[in-house]
């Protein structure tokens, strides 16, 4: 028998699993083996991936971020895709659409639309792309219009699309004709009478030019249990169980388990609605990934969790006094984590070195080779 780090239930060994305590929607799978457990059991690393990871993920905020490190690290000659944006749900209501459905706008990297119509989903609202639940259970549709460039790329067309639909319960329409290809072959269904009333409608009102109205939804909380989580996996993997014991951690768990109706938990620092620190979002992170730090301050070990220095958090992992001198002393005035995903990159650095390179002082091999690979194909985009 063992204690599962997040849930603090006694079960049996075999009823635990390995655990990226940093996600890989964030590039954790290429993370050093000292930050992963098997601590963890398999409900909670199911479910809290699930509706903790997934929450934050798919915030819109949070995902074009995630997506926008793809775009400026692409390379033609490595086939990794690059992702469709969600734009919101849009103000489009294609022919025979259910009361309890929305129609999802998507666009693709050569300008390529997708009208997704799919169920609304009450609880979680404003997951880009629904309830991962849902979408698994009930079979919606997806309509997609090539744009003029797509057939001068077309493989980079198909990959992103393929990366958000393929697999899912999801009939795939093609709406525009394509002279010389079978959209059969690769995964489009044939169109049905509703079908075909819905291409027309989108073909009438979707054209070039067209204004379109998007709604995005936003839960003001979405980061709370994400960001607990987040403190308590690093805190465990990094300075030990005494590290996630004691009254700041008590306030951290509350923030894992949170619902909605619950009393706000006392974390000390900030979310990224909640914050003017500009300094933290400009230094403590780089343009091109996500930045996790542990900042030795005042009594506490702080979390600092950058994406691109557009998004920052700032939360307490844990008391100083909880963790040996020792481990304290070998952070130094801090230590990153530099996570660049489309490149399965992880760079380790101390914060000193960070606070360098972002004012040009240090030359840093690992991070000015990324910094020069970044926007470095704008230019195959403009050509296209
Ligand atoms: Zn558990």
């Known amino acids: 028998m063992k204690t599962c780090i997040y849930c603090r239930q006694k079960k049996e060994i075999k009823k635990f699993s390995l655990e990226h305590v940093i996600p890989q929607f964030l590039g954790g799978s290429q993370a050093p083996d000292s930050l992963k457990t098997r601590d963890v059991c398999i409900d909670c690393n199911s479910n809290l991936g699930l509706f903790v990871d997934a929450a934050f993920e798919k915030d819109f905020m949070v995902f074009n971020q995630l997506s926008e490190v793809a775009y400026s690290l692409f390379d033609p000659k490595l086939t990794n895709g690059l992702p469709f944006r969600c734009m919101g749900i849009c103000d489009l209501s294609p022919p025979d659409m259910k009361a309890d459905e929305v129609c999802e706008y998507w666009l693709g990297p050569l300008g390529e639309q997708v009208f997704w ?192 220095r557009k998004l920052n958090w700032l939360i307490s992992c844990t008391e100083s006094e909880r963790v040996s001198p020792d481990l304290v002393d070998s952070l130094g005035f801090g230590k990153c984590f530099i996570l660049v995903k489309p490149l399965n990159k992880v760079i380790e650095l101390s914060l000193g070195e960070l606070l360098a390179f972002n004012d040009g002082a240090v030359f840093n091999s690992e991070l000015e080779e990324i910094k020069n690979k970044v926007n470095a194909h704008r230019g195959f985009f403009a050509n296209l």
């Open 117 to 308: 119509v799919r169920p609304h989903d009450d609880q979680k609202y404003w997951y880009t792309g629904g309830n991962p639940r849902t979408v698994k259970k009930i079979r919606s549709k997806a309509y997609f219009m090539f744009s003029n460039r797509t057939l001068k790329a077309p493989e980079i067309s198909w990959n992103a699309f393929k990366d958000v639909f393929i697999g899912k319960k999801v009939d795939k329409i093609m709406c525009t004709i394509v002279d010389g290809a079978d959209p059969k072959t690769i995964e489009f269904s044939e169109p049905n009478e509703l079908d075909l009333k819905r291409i027309s409608y989108f073909q009438s009102n979707c054209s070039n030019g067209q204004e379109r109205k998007n709604k995005v939804s936003m839960y003001i909380d979405f980061d709370i249990r994400f960001l607990a989580k987040l403190a308590i996996g690093l805190s465990y993997v990094y300075f030990g169980k005494d590290a996630i014991v004691g009254s700041a951690a008590e306030e951290l768990y509350k923030a894992l388990w949170f619902k909605p109706n619950d009393e706000k938990p006392k974390i000390k620092g900030a979310g990224a609605y909640n914050q003017n620190d500009t300094f933290l979002k400009q230094e403590c992170g780089v343009d091109f990934g996500t930045t996790i730090s542990l900042i030795p301050t005042n009594g506490h070990i702080a979390l600092n969790l950058n994406i691109n």
